[in-house]
C-alpha cells in the first residue's frame, strides 16, 4: 500500500518564477494538507484541502495557492519566487472523519520536495 | 494561538542511555498530541499520540504521558539505540471548532552513539 507520494523530490527555481508541486494521498484518505519546513525548523501549515476545497490557511501570502481534485490528489503553486520559499515542502494526509480522525490516526506525511530558490 | 515549545539539541547519548526530550505546549481546549521522527532526507513518521489527559503513547520503546496539569507531553526511551538518531517533532491538534491541522515544536535532534 503505497503512502503518501509527492513529486519532484528536488527542485531548483529562479527568483521570481513559479512553481507547482504534486501529492498524491495515501490510499483511503481524503484530506491533504500542506507543509513548509525550513532548514533546522518545524513543518509550518501552509493550507488544507477537503472536497476539493481550501478548508483552513495558515498564515502564508497569496502568492501560496492550492488545488485538490476529485481523485485527492492535490497541487501547491507558489508565485513569484523569493529566495526565503526555499525549503522543504511536505504533503500530508488524513483519512476521513474530521477532527476525530485527526485525533485518532494524525497525518500520514510524504518526503516532501525539496525546493530551492537562486 | 496553539503553541509548542521543545526542548534544544542536539542530544548527544551513548547507546543504551536513557532519553528524554520536553515538550510543552500551549492550547485552546483539550489537543491530541503526537511526537513525529523525522530521519535524514525523509518526511515525517508518526512515532506515538495521545488524545486525552493521563492518557499514554507508546510506539518501539518510546512513551509520553498527556499531563494536563503540567501542559506536557515529554518523550521518554529506556535504551536508545544507534537507529534512533533523527530529528523529534512534538506536535499538537486542536480539538476546538474545525480546526485539525498540526501545530510542531521546532524539533530536537539526536544523536546516538557507540
Known amino acids: 500500500d503505497a503512502g503518501v507520494t509527492q513529486s519532484p523530490t528536488h527542485l531548483i527555481k529562479t527568483r521570481g518564477q513559479q512553481v507547482t508541486l504534486r501529492c498524491s494521498p495515501k490510499?483511503?484518505?481524503?484530506?491533504v494538507s500542506w507543509y513548509q519546513q525550513a532548514l533546522g525548523q518545524g513543518p509550518q501549515f501552509i493550507f488544507q484541502y477537503y472536497e476539493e476545497e481550501e478548508r483552513q490557511r495558515g498564515n502564508f501570502p497569496d502568492r501560496f495557492s492550492g488545488h485538490q481534485f476529485p481523485n485527492y490528489s492535490s497541487e501547491l503553486n507558489v508565485n513569484a519566487l523569493l529566495l526565503g520559499d526555499s525549503a522543504l515542502y511536505l504533503c500530508a494526509s488524513r483519512p476521513p472523519g474530521g477532527r476525530s480522525s485527526t485525533s485518532v490516526y494524525g497525518y500520514t506525511f510524504g518526503s516532501g520536495t525539496r525546493l530551492t530558490v537562486v | 494561538g496553539n503553541s509548542v515549545t521543545q526542548m534544544e539539541g542536539p542530544v548527544t547519548l551513548s547507546e543504551e542511555a536513557f532519553l528524554t526530550i520536553n515538550c510543552t505546549y500551549t492550547a485552546t481546549g483539550y489537543p491530541s498530541l503526537f511526537w513525529y521522527v523525522q530521519y535524514p532526507g525523509e518526511g515525517l513518521q508518526l512515532l506515538l499520540k495521545a488524545t486525552k489527559a493521563d492518557d499514554k503513547g507508546s510506539n518501539k520503546g518510546f512513551e509520553a504521558t498527556y499531563r494536563k496539569e503540567t501542559t506536557s507531553f515529554h518523550l521518554e526511551k529506556g535504551s536508545v539505540q544507534v537507529s534512533d538518531s533523527a530529528v523529534y517533532f512534538c506536535?499538537?491538534?486542536?480539538?476546538?471548532?474545525?480546526?485539525?491541522?498540526?501545530?510542531f515544536g521546532t524539533g530536537t535532534r539526536l544523536q546516538v552513539t557507540l
Open positions: 490510499s483511503g484518505h481524503d484530506t
Open positions: 506536535a499538537l491538534s486542536s480539538n476546538t471548532g474545525t480546526a485539525s491541522k498540526l501545530t
